[in-house]
């Protein structure tokens, strides 16, 4: 279980690493930043990176369960 809970939370660290780059580099752009629709944009990176928030807390409960067993 412990190392279900490491794989986890290291695939939540990634997905929330890549929303933030994606974020970072859309913002960054200078043809993306002129668009007039990049709230939209936005608010779906940030979709990615709460996206890989929870799926890292998820693996920090699964290594929290392995500890108490």
């Known amino acids: ?12 660290l ?5 929303g933030t780059l994606l974020l970072f580099l859309h ?5 993306h930043s002129a668009i007039q629709d990049i709230g939209s944009i936005a608010v779906g990176y ?8 929870s799926v890292s807390v998820t ?4 290594l929290l369960k392995a500890n108490l067993d």
């Open 46 to 53: 940030l979709g990615l990176i709460l996206l890989g928030m």
């Open 27 to 31: 913002t960054t752009n200078q043809y």
């Open 1 to 12: 279980m412990a190392t279900l809970g490491l794989w986890t939370n290291a695939v939540g």
């Open 59 to 62: 693996g920090v409960a699964l």
């Open 14 to 18: 990634l997905i929330s690493i890549a």
